[in-house]
């Protein structure tokens, strides 16, 4: 079964804002391994924690599409690019697809202790 891929304005918006070379690269990803099975876990594809926004994630070298499957579509929510722990979108760092970005995490908590 072919699924049908769709992406958001918002996310068209992030995937024009990479170079022609990220372009290519990225899109070749979403089509070689999002077409077929988008939800068969791999190296290139890692299901997120649960969260509000998204619930997979397409990796393509630092490249990275956030997505969801609805039935027989796979809608692209959010391009960016991996740098460090952060995805960077449109510039800026990217924190939607986290469930509550000020719980502590392994490096220590993010909020003042009291």
């Known amino acids: 079964m072919a699924y049908r891929i769709t992406i958001t304005d918002d996310a ?3 995937f024009r804002g990479l170079s022609a ?6 899109e070749a990803a979403i089509f070689s391994r999002l077409e077929h099975q988008p939800a068969v876990l791999t190296k ?3 299901r997120l924690r649960p969260n509000p926004f998204a619930e997979y994630e397409l990796r393509a070298g630092d490249l990275r599409a956030l997505y969801n499957v ?3 579509e796979v809608v692209i929510l959010v391009v960016g690019r991996k740098v460090g ?15 509550d970005p000020a719980e502590p995490t392994r490096n ?6 009291e």
């Open 108 to 113: 220590g908590p993010a909020k003042d202790p």
């Open 21 to 26: 070379r990220d372009q290519r690269k990225l």
């Open 85 to 99: 722990n952060k995805l960077i979108v449109e510039g800026e760092e990217f924190h939607g697809h986290q469930d």
């Open 12 to 14: 068209a918006r992030h």
């Open 44 to 46: 290139a594809v890692k």
């Open 70 to 72: 609805e039935g027989d």
